[in-house]
């Protein structure tokens, strides 16, 4: 052999993903692309798995096969979504759909039993593949995780997923896995009969073996899957339950999840080989979608965000230790997520002792219901638990790395706990403040070391909210803001820098929508038709009932400071000062727009409030479409956001597009506002502007950058 022949083996060798051993009568396939954190599934290995799969039939020796993954951590986390950004026609895609399922359609009719040794994230393609084996065997380890997600995406399975999960663990469960995106933990997928053994880390390669070396029973189907899908009747019922309350949720702005129960039921009542034509087919079809390429715009956009380590060449600081101002709700849930979510001891300072019994009682109460759905052992639970401590002075902050305050919004408190934490802590200890509304740089005037003064904006409710904003001023450190971004991502949060002006850039998009919605009410729309139009549209939650969320007092107190900085166009309706007047803060107190309890303060179903109409002299009367209604709002957020970003108060587009979708429930199937601009075209959105101003008022001209990027055929993509 020559030496360029040796040289070309060895790069052949370092460039596969898929490896065949032996042990003894038993093949073991490992999974390991080279230079990958993690396995995906790409289109080129098509051509590698089927030459290896012609060495495994060929082999009369082995009497069994086992899959397994070579990285650590993981065993394939899906197929490459990159890949599809490539295809320029549904054909296409649908032709990458179709290599797919052949490749796992011939898995599965190996004669020889395979089986798949999962352990860590087994996603997607990932779950096709292992569902293509004849038995599956997963470590007991909190990282492994078992799911399709691709509706997620805009997607559904399409490599064979909607067809096999259905068979393998039944139709209601396939469903609301597929439907919903869950991820099923070892123990929920053992008893769903997704996996057929759980075991340790240390034996499962042995267990996957051992299994390997037997005949693989089939599944058995209980009387009740049978009355679900094992006959017309029952599968009829199914469906249509399902399909209701997918339309529900949906609103129909997003195509996958219909589109997976046509292929789903295809499957059922036509046979696998007409059930898996559907799927690639419709595959082909979401692939084009924009509500697919916005889904996975985000996905890209956020895959992007995790990798940035630095900001402005600063480094993060190790954070050992976390102090937090305040127990109330905000600062409750900010302990919450650095003791469970960052794994960190993190001390809360209260003045009295029913606001560090707040925050222990909320802490207490998540996780108990994490330990009731198994998520959870108790054991668990008291060791995250036990990171929670609480006090009355300082006692244990001359040890902390970084202090979050959450006391209540006012300048001279914030500045005075400042002063506090410089005397009380450490020289390198960060002063992060979760304010909402207040300037970063006012904060830290006078302040002794304000290059380590930062804001680190949280949304409620904070276990849930995704969104941090982080807010440097002229004099933050590139380190500090580092440390803190590390910090937010550590706690689960997805965190984007913004500059440090008035309502920073999510509460500064959040004003006009608000506001607007408000005018609308004083034009005598009822309060559940304009919540509906916006839900309908796409939002979560409606604004009205977003302002009840928030409070009318914060509200008020945002809407002067937007004002004077940013101008007329944030004036506040006085609607709301007049409903506070009446003493109506929003759920806070039970009574806003809504009514939250009854006259004995106990929690009953959300009701509108008529009384507000009366207080607000209105008659309420539904008049308008609700389309009109929902673009009345979301055009004045659009025009905010555009300027928002040519003022430099978020970076670009793509953290526009984050802040948005993960601060306040921007519809993610529309990518967010830059996204959808970009989408429809800023053309469209200049003359919807100036069609509404003619109509409604000066407040809808699009401001100048819209109306000169639209003239000069720009865009944000």
């Not at 798949?116 to 994230?121: F, L, R």
Request: hydrophobic letters at 40%.
């Amino acid at each position: 052999m020559t030496q360029e022949t040796t040289k070309a083996a060895a790069q052949k060798l370092l460039a596969t993903s898929f490896r065949l051993t032996r042990h003894d009568d038993i093949g073991v396939i490992t999974i390991d692309v080279p230079n990958e954190r993690v396995n995906t599934l790409k289109a080129s290995f098509v051509d590698e798995i089927t030459e290896l799969l012609d060495e495994i039939t060929q082999d009369k020796h082995l009497k069994g096969l086992v899959i397994c993954s070579g990285k650590p951590d993981s065993f394939i986390v899906g197929a490459d979504v990159h890949m599809l950004a490539a295809c320029s026609s549904a054909e296409q895609a649908q032709a990458l759909s179709v290599a797919g399922q052949e490749v796992f359609n011939r898995l599965a009719s190996l004669k020889k039993p395979l089986i798949a040794a999962i352990h860590g994230p087994c996603l997607g393609g990932g779950l096709e593949l292992a569902l293509a084996c004849h038995g599956r065997v997963c470590t007991e380890d909190d990282r492994t995780r078992l799911g399709l997600p691709e509706t997620q995406l805009g997607l559904i399975p399409g490599s064979g997923g909607t067809q096999r999960l259905p068979q393998t663990v039944g139709l209601a469960r396939a469903l609301d896995m597929m439907l919903t995106g869950k991820q099923l933990r070892p123990k929920q997928a053992r008893k769903a009969g997704l996996v057929d053994d759980v075991v340790p880390h240390s034996i499962l390669l042995d267990t996957a073996i051992k299994l390997a070396r037997q005949t693989i029973p089939q599944p058995k189907r209980d009387w009740q899957e049978w009355l679900l899908s094992g006959n017309a009747l029952g599968r009829k019922l199914a469906f249509e339950k399902t399909q209701a309350k997918v339309l529900k949720k949906t609103r129909s702005h997003y195509p996958a999840q219909e589109q997976l129960l046509k292929v789903v039921k295809v499957g059922l009542e036509q046979g696998i080989t007409a059930g898996l034509a559907a799927e690639a087919q419709a595959f082909g079809e979401l692939v084009m979608s924009v509500e697919s390429q916005a889904l996975r715009h985000l996905f890209f956009a956020t895959t992007e965000m995790k990798k940035e380590r630095q900001w402005q060449g600063g480094k993060p600081h190790t954070v050992h230790r976390v102090g937090v101002l305040g127990g109330g709700l905000m600062g409750g849930g900010i302990a919450f997520v650095t003791a469970t979510k960052a794994e960190l001891p993190v001390r809360i300072k209260d003045v009295a002792h029913h606001g560090i019994k707040q925050a222990m009682a909320s802490a207490h109460g998540l996780l108990a219901d994490k330990v009731k759905k198994r998520h959870l052992t108790q054991p668990q639970m008291q060791h995250q638990l036990g990171r929670i401590t609480g006090t009355l002075n300082y006692s244990g902050f001359e040890r902390v790395d970084v202090v979050i305050e959450a006391v209540f919004e006012d300048i001279e408190l914030k500045q005075q706990m400042v002063a506090e934490i410089a005397e009380q802590c450490p020289e390198h200890t960060i002063f992060a403040s979760n304010t909402s509304s207040l300037p970063i740089h006012k904060i830290a005037e006078g302040a002794a070391r304000p290059e380590q003064i930062v804001g680190l904006h949280y949304f409620s409710p904070v276990p849930k909210m995704p969104l941090v904003e982080i807010i440097p001023h002229a004099n933050t450190a590139p380190n500090t803001v580092a440390t803190v971004l590390s910090l937010a991502r550590a706690q689960g949060k997805t965190p984007i820098v913004v500059q440090d002006t008035a309502g920073f850039y999510v509460n500064r998009i959040l004003a006009p929508y608000l506001n607007e919605a408000a005018r609308v009410l004083l034009e005598g729309e009822p309060i559940e038709a304009i919540d509906r139009a916006l839900v309908d549209y796409g939002f979560p939650v409606g604004p009205l009932t977003l302002l009840d969320e928030v409070g009318l007092d914060v509200a008020v107190k945002i809407a002067p400071i937007l004002e004077a900085e940013l101008g007329e166009r944030f004036k506040a309706p006085e609607a709301f000062a007049t409903l506070l007047e009446q003493g109506r803060k929003g759920k806070k107190n039970g009574r806003g727009f809504y009514r939250y309890r009854d006259e004995k303060a106990k929690l009953t179903k959300k009701r509108v409030d008529e009384s507000v109409y009366k207080q607000l002299g209105i008659k309420p009367h539904a008049r308008l479409p609700a389309q009109e209604v929902a673009e009345r709002c979301m055009l004045l957020m659009l025009n905010e956001a555009a300027l928002a970003l040519e003022e430099g108060v978020v970076a670009s587009a793509r953290d526009g597009d984050i802040g948005a979708v993960f601060g306040i429930g921007f519809p993610p199937y529309m990518g967010g506002p830059f996204n959808y601009m970009h989408q429809v075209g800023l053309p469209h959105i200049v003359d919807k502007m100036r069609e509404y101003a003619h109509k409604y008022g000066a407040r809808f001209m699009p401001c100048a950058v819209l109306c000169q990027m639209a003239e000069e055929g720009r865009s944000y993509y």
